[in-house]
């Protein structure tokens, strides 16, 4: 593209800095996002696979595209960027405020689910800062549930294990995202004292025609129901994993079969 008759030296020292100037890029949008209203939630329902009614709502958020108005980001874009920026702090609590305000203006909506990085456990504060935010609300805590995502920044189970026991305390819901993903979800199961298991997806969705993924959810609810915690499964698609997943005993379901995550979900219209 520079012409005929030219050449260029390759040095990876170039392309490692091209890769810092996307980054930064990245965090600025976000940054922008953040300062300029530049965010939205939409929310998709959990139910009782019993009778298929509301259990809760989840919270999703997505970056609007400064560049073509109208038009949204989705998280697998941007939360990547947020994550190794450290911005995801800060979506995460504007999603927390958001969230609390909602259930505060609205005391007939049962209970709303937030996701919240991993890159939390070592903010000791949150659990506390929760909790005078759902207080100065009047929102009751059992109404808010946390659903933190197991990521690699899970590298001190000490850490996870005393934000999840602090986040209990406060009276939230506590929830273990993408389970049966990562290496140590077993080791997960055993200290970290959540009340809630989502499993993976990636479990689900090929349930009728993997042996292997059925055997393992079979397991996992048998354990999650001796242990006293409820199950949830995701990305429920259609009816045939959803009847599979009723005959092995999962607790909640959400996915495309019962309804996909909107900005006007039709339980939070009057
Ligand atoms: P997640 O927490 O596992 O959320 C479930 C994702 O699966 C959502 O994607 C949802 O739209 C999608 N989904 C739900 N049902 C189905 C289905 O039946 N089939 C398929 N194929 N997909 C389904 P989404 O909204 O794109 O979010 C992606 C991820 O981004 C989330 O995965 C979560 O890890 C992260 N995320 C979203 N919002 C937040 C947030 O506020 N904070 C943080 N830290 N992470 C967030
Ligand atoms: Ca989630
Ligand atoms: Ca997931």
């Known amino acids: 593209s520079a012409g005929k008759s030219t050449w260029r030296l ?6 490692q800095s091209r890769s810092v100037i996307a980054r930064l890029s990245w965090k600025d949008r976000i940054l922008d996002a ?8 939409h929310f998709q329902g959990i139910y009782h696979a019993a009778d ?38 800060e979506i995460d609590r504007w ?23 991993g890159r939390s456990f070592d903010e000791p504060g949150l ?39 602090a986040l ?3 009276g939230c819901t506590v929830c273990l995202d993408d389970f049966g993903t990562g290496f140590s979800s077993f080791a997960y199961l055993k200290q970290l004292k959540a009340d809630v298991l989502k499993i993976d997806g990636l479990f689900i969705r090929d349930l009728p025609v993997n042996h292997d993924s059925e055997v393992f ?7 999650a129901r001796d242990m006293g915690k409820i199950t949830i499964a995701e990305f429920v698609e ?33």
């Open 34 to 41: 953040l300062k300029h209203d530049g965010f939205e939630l």
């Open 95 to 117: 999603v927390l405020h958001q969230v609390v305000d909602l259930l505060s203006l609205r005391q007939e909506i049962p209970s709303i689910a937030i996701n919240i990085s």
């Open 52 to 89: 298929k009614s509301l259990a809760h709502l989840e919270a999703l958020v997505r970056m609007k595209d400064a560049q073509s108005p109208g038009e949204i980001i989705m998280p697998g874009q941007f939360i990547p960027h947020a994550e190794t920026t450290g911005k995801i702090i």
């Open 217 to 223: 959810v079979r397991g996992m609810v048998a354990m």
């Open 127 to 165: 659990p506390e800062y929760i909790s005078r935010l759902l207080a100065s609300r009047q929102v009751e805590p059992r109404r808010l549930l946390v659903e933190l995502t197991e990521t690699a920044a899970v590298s001190d189970m000490r850490d996870a294990q005393r934000f999840i026991d």
């Open 238 to 270: 259609n009816e045939e994993i959803f009847n599979m997943l009723l005959e092995i005993g999962i607790d909640q379901v959400q996915g495309y079969y019962l309804d996909r995550p909107s900005r006007e979900h039709p339980s939070l219209m009057r």
């Open 10 to 15: 390759y040095r990876r020292e170039a392309d």
């Open 168 to 170: 209990r305390a406060t």
